[in-house]
């Protein structure tokens, strides 16, 4: 079995900071593109930025230049750190993993089970 488990979220006032912390556990092998997603009241589920397990990343241009995700490969942990917070970055924020296990080529794909970050304006 493998799980994702979040960490960090909560209610910050605008312009503040706060970090994600995102562990996987279970049976891996490898951990490849990594990253976090969010959704809020009634929209849809949206990227807000991955990384690979290489280092290269990949960021919404609505967090652009005031999120920053960073991995710790022998942790097998992902972090996003937000900073300069918008009341409109408000939503429940998900971990994403693909990611291997041990004795299998597949890349499966698994989720986090999400942790609430509010802003307030």
């Known amino acids: 079995q493998v799980q994702l488990v979040e960490s960090g979220g909560g209610l910050v006032q605008a312009g503040g900071s706060l970090i994600l912390s995102c562990t996987a556990s279970?049976?891996?092998?490898?951990?490849?593109?990594t990253g976090w997603y969010r959704q809020a009241p009634g929209k849809q589920r949206e990227l807000v930025a991955t990384?690979?397990?290489?280092?290269?990343?990949n960021y919404a241009d609505s967090v652009k230049g005031r999120f920053t995700i960073s991995r710790d490969n022998a942790k097998n942990t992902v972090y996003l750190q937000m900073n300069s917070l918008k009341p409109e970055d408000t939503a429940v924020y998900y971990c994403?993993?693909?990611?291997?296990?041990?004795?299998?080529?597949?890349?499966?794909?698994?989720w986090g089970q999400g942790t609430q970050v509010t802003v307030s304006s």
């Open positions: 994403n993993a693909d990611l291997r296990r041990p004795s299998s080529t597949r890349l499966l794909n698994y």
């Open positions: 990384i690979t397990r290489g280092g290269n990343t």
């Open positions: 279970g049976s891996i092998f490898t951990i490849d593109t």
